[in-house]
Structures are given as C-alpha cells and as structure tokens.
C-alpha cells in the first residue's frame, strides 16, 4: 500500500472509530510503528486529529479527554504497579468506591485477580465488566448521563445516587495534582463525582502516575488536605514531599 493511501484508509478508521492505537494499526498496515508515528504525524498538520503517546484521535469541542481506549494504553506498567500496591490496602469485607479512571480499573482488575470479598460502588462501566463474572464482589453501579469517552456515568443522577452511598475507602484519580489547588480535573462532571467519591470514604487514596504532578485544569476535586494517601509509581521532589507533610499526606511509592 502506497503511503497516500494508507494515511486515507487511517483518516477513514479514525472517522469511524474515533481514535486509533499505533500498535493495532501498525500490525493492520503491516509496516512499523515508527512508520505510523510518521503518518499520524502528518495528519496532525492538517488539523485531522490530535496525537498523544500511543494513539490519536479525533478532537470533539463538547469533550477533550483522551478517549478510555488509548488512556488504557498509556503508561500501563506504571498503573499496574500502583495497582499491585493498592491492593494490599484492601480487606475482605470492605465497600470499595472506584472512579472511571485507567489506574483505578488497575485496581479493580486485582481486586478480580486477588479474589477480595468486597463490594464496589463505581460510575465506571469498565469496572463493572471487569466483575459481571465474579463470585465475590458485589457490585453497586450509579446511573447518569452516559460520557463515552471515558465510559462512565455522570451528572446529577450519578451524583445523587452517590450521595446517599458509603464506603470503607476509595480509590481515585485525576487529570492534574497541584501542590497549592490540590487535585483537579478537565471534566466538572468528573470532578463532581470524585470529590464525592473522596468525601463519602472513610479513608481515599488518590492513585496517579508521575505525568499527573505539577499540572493544573480547570474543575477541583478536592485539596491536598482531603486525601489520605497519595500512590505513585516515581519519587516525588522534596517540594512536594515537605506539601505533603504539612497537609498531613501520606505518600506511598510502589
């Protein structure tokens, strides 16, 4: 296949698809990864799609989160390893509150593996797959307003029903950890959800990898001083440690 044409049949994908990952189109063309980097490069220019570490996909004005498909792709050895963590923090018999996020998945996905006794609240149809076959976890879902880029229910119904639900702890993450702001998030939705999530746990564990330190968006979840436990995979700067210890933070490196 000549390059024009394999950059029209990636176009036509995306247009169907909404979002391409460069090793699934690497194996369909049967060229290199390198190669498709190339291509997905040049449609950038053209203002076709928006790159990201391993995929693009196609820009929409309502919502600019990075579709769950290529999110599930980035940095996934760096949200295993959080997640290998996390679970070590979860007992038989505890309600679990997990978001819609890839790292929290992770734990969702070992709380399968591992075989825990426990019940999950979640907004996150991801989570809810991972355990429709599951002996042990029970499993609460909160219905709302469908986002599909992240296949999670949101809005006020999902916020409501989360309202009058508790649990032992929760776990969540975000779009950007702020040392002055806290954590923060693209999505006001989102953002809604998690801070709720936070609030109605007896102990939350905020669960990001080191891409998320230092950034800011637009909608707060929640202040440092909200979270108990911060777990990431990288040692953080001794700025952020000496944050952490005033606000009273407890920081777990996998």
């Given at each position: 296949?000549?390059?024009?044409?394999?950059l029209?049949?990636?176009e036509?994908?995306?247009?169907?698809?909404?979002?391409?990952?460069?090793?699934?189109?690497s194996?369909?063309?049967?060229?290199?990864?390198?190669?498709?980097?190339?291509?997905?490069?040049?449609?950038?220019?053209?203002?076709?799609?928006?790159?990201?570490?391993?995929?693009?996909?196609?820009?929409?004005e309502?919502?600019?989160?990075?579709?769950l498909?290529?999110?599930?792709?980035?940095?996934?050895?760096?949200k295993?390893?959080?997640?290998?963590?996390?679970?070590?923090?979860?007992?038989?018999?505890?309600?679990?509150?997990?978001?819609?996020?890839?790292?929290?998945?992770?734990?969702?996905?070992?709380?399968?593996?591992y075989?825990?006794?426990?019940?999950?609240?979640?907004?996150?149809?991801?989570?809810?797959?991972?355990?429709q076959?599951?002996?042990?976890?029970k499993?609460?879902?909160v219905?709302?307003?469908?986002?599909?880029?992240?296949?999670?229910?949101?809005?006020?119904?999902?916020?409501?029903?989360l309202?009058?639900?508790?649990?032992?702890?929760?776990?969540?993450?975000?779009?950007?950890?702020n040392?002055?702001?806290?954590?923060t998030?693209?999505?006001?939705?989102?953002a809604?959800?998690?801070k709720?999530?936070?609030?109605?746990?007896?102990?939350?564990?905020?669960?990001?990898?080191?891409?998320k330190f230092?950034?800011?968006?637009?909608?707060?979840?929640c202040?440092?001083?909200d979270?108990?436990?911060?777990?990431?995979?990288?040692?953080?700067?001794?700025?952020?440690?000496e944050?952490?210890?005033?606000?009273k933070?407890?920081?777990?490196?996998?």
């Amino acid at each position: 296949m000549l390059a024009i044409q394999r950059l029209k049949a990636i176009e036509k994908i995306l247009n169907e698809k909404g979002s391409v990952i460069i090793s699934s189109l690497s194996k369909q063309f049967k060229v290199s990864e390198e190669t498709i980097r190339r291509d997905l490069d040049k449609l950038e220019k053209t203002n076709v799609l928006k790159r990201v570490r391993g995929g693009a996909y196609l820009q929409s004005e309502s919502d600019k989160q990075v579709p769950l498909e290529i999110r599930e792709k980035i940095y996934l050895t760096e949200k295993q390893e959080i997640a290998d963590r996390c679970i070590e923090f979860i007992e038989d018999g505890d309600t679990i509150m997990i978001d819609s996020s890839t790292t929290a998945v992770c734990v969702a996905q070992n709380i399968h593996k591992y075989e825990k006794k426990v019940t999950v609240i979640t907004n996150s149809i991801r989570v809810v797959e991972e355990f429709q076959d599951s002996k042990w976890v029970k499993v609460i879902c909160v219905g709302g307003g469908l986002r599909k880029r992240t296949k999670s229910f949101i809005g006020n119904q999902a916020l409501n029903q989360l309202t009058t639900l508790h649990a032992n702890k929760a776990f969540v993450s975000c779009t950007a950890v702020n040392k002055k702001f806290g954590a923060t998030d693209d999505s006001e939705r989102e953002a809604e959800i998690r801070k709720k999530m936070i609030a109605n746990s007896e102990k939350s564990f905020l669960v990001v990898d080191r891409t998320k330190f230092d950034n800011l968006e637009s909608h707060l979840i929640c202040r440092l001083e909200d979270i108990d436990v911060i777990v990431t995979e990288e040692k953080l700067s001794a700025d952020w440690e000496e944050a952490l210890k005033k606000t009273k933070v407890e920081i777990i490196y996998v």
